[in-house]
């Protein structure tokens, strides 16, 4: 018998590792994926077997089971705060899981994906996407504690195994430009600049008015939402374009930004 070759580990991953996006869009179809951010805590499991005994006097008093049925879903702890750019306003995905976990039925059903985050250098293997019944509940404490609120995330039936969305081929889209103050971004640039559209996690290079926007600039607050600050350029109408692994967002009228 020839020994396996041993190939040692090297750090373990980290428990953060695990996001969850939240599909906001009002179909529920997949297209504006938010990332629930503040997460201090997660868990997230794919399938845990429901067993059933089948054992029987052949067993000579051992037991046995066969899994009969699958559950899965998660928990996430999350920071309750409002967001740094608009401070009135708590994040977007918290919010949508928070309405959901109100009502009954239908309503309470949000579509989710989860999927692990090690670094551009770990692996991105699992990923999956599914429908959910959504449970909040606020956290407590004392004088000293932190504002924080629980999410379970039950699954409805199977999740979808997909492609991890660091690697999906889908080209970005860019549906919406918008300046974060004011109508117009002056010439000298430095604008906080709102980006609305799809895909920007994977995102690799933001281009407005032909400039590469440096990394330091640009903040992904989630797959569909993007804030930049503006580089500086002359008066006149250009466009802001995302690429990522998939390709560059087509040019549109929705890609305009106006410098004066």
């Excluded at 059933?52 to 037991?63: K, L, P, R």
């Excluded at 579509?111 to 429908?131: C, F, H, L, Q, S």
Aim: glycine share 12%.
């Amino acid at each position: 018998m020839t020994l396996p070759t041993l190939e040692p580990l090297t750090a373990t991953t980290l428990a953060r590792k695990w996001k969850i996006d939240v599909d906001t869009s009002p179909g529920q179809d997949g297209s504006m994926y938010r990332r629930l951010m503040g997460q201090t805590e997660a868990t997230f499991n794919p399938g845990t077997a429901g067993l059933q005994s089948d054992a029987d006097y052949d067993a000579g008093g051992y037991t046995s089971s066969t899994a009969t049925t699958q559950e899965w879903g998660g928990t996430a702890t999350v920071r309750r705060a409002p967001k740094r750019i608009t401070p009135t306003v708590y994040d977007a995905a918290q919010e949508f899981l928070r309405i959901a976990a109100r009502k009954m039925g239908s309503e309470n059903t949000v579509r989710i994906r989860a999927y692990e985050d090690n670094g551009a250098t770990g692996p991105m293997v699992e990923a999956y996407e599914g429908y959910v019944a959504v449970s909040w509940a606020n956290g407590g404490g004392g004088p000293d504690a932190l504002s924080n609120a629980t999410v379970t995330l039950t699954g409805q039936g199977a999740p979808t195994v997909i492609t991890h969305p660091a690697a999906a081929t889908a080209v970005p889209t860019v549906g919406l430009v918008s300046p974060a103050v004011g109508a117009d971004v002056p010439a000298a640039g430095g604008e906080l600049v709102l980006l609305r559209g799809s895909r920007f996690l994977a995102l690799t290079t933001l281009t407005c008015f032909g400039s590469v926007v440096a990394a330091a600039d640009r903040v992904t607050v989630d797959d569909g939402t993007l804030v930049f600050k503006s580089p500086a350029h002359a008066a006149g109408t250009g466009d802001v374009t995302v690429t990522t692994p998939g390709g560059t967002s087509a040019v549109s009228a929705a890609s305009k930004i106006v410098y004066v």
